[in-house]
C-alpha cells in the first residue's frame, strides 16, 4: 500500500497531536514514513498502531514498556508476556479499588446523616460486608 497521509490527516483520524506522532517517531514507537517533497506520508496501518499505544496508555504501560511489547519478537514473546501478566495483576487490583471505591459512593448516595464523621447508617463499612 503506497503511504498517501499527511501527518494533519493522521492527526485528525487518530485524535493524536501532530507532536505526539512526531514524538513517537522519535522514540521508537511508529516508524519514520516515507516522505513526499519533504513531507511525511503514512500508510494506514499508522492508524492501527496508534490505537494499540493508546490502549496501552490507557493500561498504564509506559512509553518504554511499549516500546518493549512491539519490539518482543522472539518465539513465544516471553518479554511481552510477562509484562502483559504484571499489568493485568496490577489492572485486577485497580478494577478491585474501584469496585470497592462506586460501592462507597453508591451507599453514600443514599447516606442522610449530616456529615460523613457523623454518619450512623453504616457508610463507614467494608462496601463487601453489605
Known amino acids: 500500500m ?4 499527511t501527518i494533519g490527516e ?6 493524536v497531536p501532530a507532536t505526539t506522532l512526531r514524538y ?4 521508537g514507537l511508529v516508524s519514520p514514513p516515507a516522505r513526499v517533497g519533504g513531507q511525511r ?17 490507557a493500561a498504564e504501560f509506559s512509553l518504554e514498556e ?3 511489547l512491539f519490539a ?13 501478566e504484571a499489568k493485568l495483576a496490577q489492572i485486577d487490583a485497580r ?13 453514600g448516595m443514599q447516606c442522610t446523616c449530616p456529615t460523613i464523621d457523623d454518619c450512623t447508617c453504616g457508610i463507614h463499612t467494608s462496601p463487601t460486608a453489605r
Not at 513517537?24 to 522514540?27: A, H, L, P
Not at 518482543?72 to 502483559?84: K, M
Not at 478494577?95 to 451507599?107: P, Q, S, V
Open 2 to 5: 503506497e503511504p498517501h497521509l
Open 95 to 107: 478494577l478491585t479499588t474501584l469496585a470497592e471505591a462506586r460501592a462507597i459512593i453508591a451507599w
Open 10 to 15: 493522521v492527526a485528525q483520524l487518530s485524535g
Open 66 to 68: 511499549i516500546r518493549t
Open 24 to 27: 513517537y517517531e522519535s522514540v
Open 41 to 57: 506520508r503514512y500508510d494506514t496501518s499508522v492508524i492501527a498502531r496508534l490505537e494499540v499505544i493508546d490502549l496501552c496508555k
Open 72 to 84: 518482543d519478537e522472539l518465539p513465544g514473546r516471553p518479554t511481552s508476556r510477562a509484562l502483559a
